[in-house]
């Protein structure tokens, strides 16, 4: 059956136009974030943590929320046509409930398994299908962006996080230990601790490199998401920029620190205490940079393709 098909016939009723009142979304936000409480809850035992890898998290609602708002005329745009085309009552203006499902399926492994990942992944998948019941899966298509761009919330595993941590440990004190000797330093390295003469420098898990590669990589999405006119290889080599600038600044920060440490440790330990979010805005320069000298920026927000009678949304 093709989409003209779902036009209402002449003298057959026409429902109202589907009103998102806010009382309606209040309820539904209210119960959604009931659900996810605990989760939640679990979530931020890391988020809380603001030396760790996952302190930005808690800001990606914010950051998606504004995607969401670019986006807001395209979606405008798909329902007047939909209804223009096919009524008010059409059944593209709501899609099914298999989503929303799915979504607290998730949920209650989460519960099952108590896994904060598992947990805020549900919560993700639940709004991508209330999205879908409220406003039809063409508006999700449109907001598919957004919507994976939340995803960049879930907390990874503690082993995942434990490894990763201990392998940037490693591989950023050998790094910074051979700069700093190639700059004429008597600097050794045993593991994650780098001796230069008497001083002594141990690159913890808040110098790994974790707290500034991860939000630079969510940013660079973020901006990414933004620019709608991108090539998937240009998007890929941003992502490598964005890691190689993270993990650059967490070099030079460790290198600035052992070329201050022999003549004055207290200054070092300054610099080690100085909070990661400070080399994680430089990081973020440095990958908006490039972004720009790519011709990647923040693009107007597009318009939707015009539906196409008896084929669809395009």
Known sequence: M???DLRPQSGQPVAPPDRLTPLRLLLLAMALLSAAALPLAWSWRAWSDWDGPLSYQP??????????????????????????LYGAGSPLLHGGLGMMAAGCALLC?????RSASAGVAALVVI????????????????????????????????????RG?????????????NILHS????????????????????????????????PVLSMTLWLLVLN???????????????FVASLAMNVARITAMGLLGEKSPATA????????????????????WVAARMNIRISPAASSAPVRDGSGIV
């Open 183 to 214: 700059l004429g330093l008597p600097a050794l390295v045993e593991g994650s601790i780098v001796r230069i003469g008497g001083y002594r420098m141990e690159v913890e898990g808040a110098c790994s490199g974790m707290a500034i590669l991860f």
């Open 269 to 288: 330990q300054q610099l080690h205490d100085l909070n990661s979010w400070v080399f994680t805005l430089a990081a973020v320069a440095i990958t908006f």
């Open 127 to 162: 709004t991508a299908g209330l999205v879908n019941a409220l406003s039809g899966p063409h508006v999700v298509r449109a907001l598919r962006g957004p919507l994976l761009f939340l995803l960049t919330m879930v907390p990874l595993p503690d082993m995942v996080l434990a």
């Open 59 to 84: 800001l990606i609602p914010i950051a998606a929320a504004y995607l969401f708002w670019r986006r807001r005329e395209e979606v405008a745009l798909i329902r007047k046509e939909i209804v223009a």
């Open 228 to 242: 709608r006119r991108r090539r998937p290889g240009a998007s890929i080599l941003l992502l490598l920029v964005g």
């Open 109 to 113: 492994f989460s519960y099952l398994s």
């Open 2 to 4: 093709s989409l003209t």
């Open 165 to 177: 941590t201990l392998f940037f440990r490693l591989w950023c004190a050998d790094v910074a230990g």
